[in-house]
């Protein structure tokens, strides 16, 4: 099982509605966790982040979080063709000096005008 | 200059070439990594430091030696690659490595190794 899972797509949605990505981990341990977003050619830029149960709403942007389920999704309302890039889910794994963030492999989104 | 600055931007090398991974934050953050990405997979976590002290080695090859002379400075020395070491190749920093806050990423290094 990896750590760190989500379904790789291509999500495809028409411009204007909402796009739901999830994902879904594997250590019960892990407190926090992230939503990067990567454009092709770039690198991944933090636009969410989420620590306890429930829903995190940043402008179009929703994390939900639900810690018994292991699982974590971003909502996107008012989708633009401008939010079409590749979604990384991030789960912090360990404690201390050695906590790091693990990788899913992401969701391509596309918004079609 | 802000953000994490990485250079060069793209690499070209032989297999038998020696060649260093410059990683520049001006965060004032006290943990860095280096990331290895590959097409069609999970960003791969290779070298963890936290204020210059490496807390996490992922199994990486010995030919991958990195390199932490302060906390805003972070290098990947590289030697006798092997063509599928061609990858994007990405640092990162964050305020420490104890409690997550997200990363900020550099603009990555396209390595092709040849």
């Known amino acids: 099982q990896k750590e760190v899972e989500q379904n790789s797509g291509p999500l495809s949605v028409p411009e204007g509605a909402i796009a739901s990505l999830n994902c879904t981990y594997s250590?019960?341990?892990?407190?926090?966790f992230f939503w990067y977003r990567q454009y092709s050619g770039k690198s991944p830029e933090l636009i969410m982040s989420?620590?306890?149960?429930g829903d995190k709403e940043d402008g179009r942007f929703t994390a939900q979080l639900n810690k018994a389920s292991q699982y974590v999704s971003l909502l996107i309302r008012d989708s633009q063709p401008s939010d079409s890039a590749t979604y990384l889910c991030?789960?912090?794994?360990?404690?201390?000096?050695?906590?790091?963030?693990?990788f899913g492999q992401g969701t391509t989104l596309q918004v079609k005008p | 200059e802000t953000g994490v600055t990485q250079t060069p931007r793209h690499l070209v090398m032989g297999m038998t070439n020696k060649k260093s991974l410059k990683c520049e934050q001006h965060?004032?953050?006290?943990?860095m990594y280096w990331y290895k990405q590959s097409a069609k997979k999970p960003l791969e976590l290779m070298f963890v430091?936290?204020?210059?002290?490496?807390?996490e080695n992922n199994s990486v090859p010995s030919r991958f030696s990195p390199e932490c002379p302060n906390s805003s400075h972070l290098f990947l020395h590289l030697h006798t690659l092997q063509p599928e070491d061609s990858a994007l190749y990405l640092c990162?920093?964050?305020?420490?490595?104890?409690?997550?806050?997200?990363?900020?990423f550099g603009s990555g290094t396209r390595l092709t190794v040849v």
């Open positions: 430091y936290s204020l210059e002290e490496r807390v």
């Open positions: 965060l004032g953050h006290n943990a």
């Open positions: 990162a920093s964050s305020p420490n490595a104890a409690f997550n806050y997200g990363y900020t």
């Open positions: 989420i620590y306890s149960n």
């Open positions: 250590d019960r341990g892990s407190q926090s």
């Open positions: 991030a789960v912090n794994r360990g404690s201390g000096n050695t906590g790091k963030l693990i």
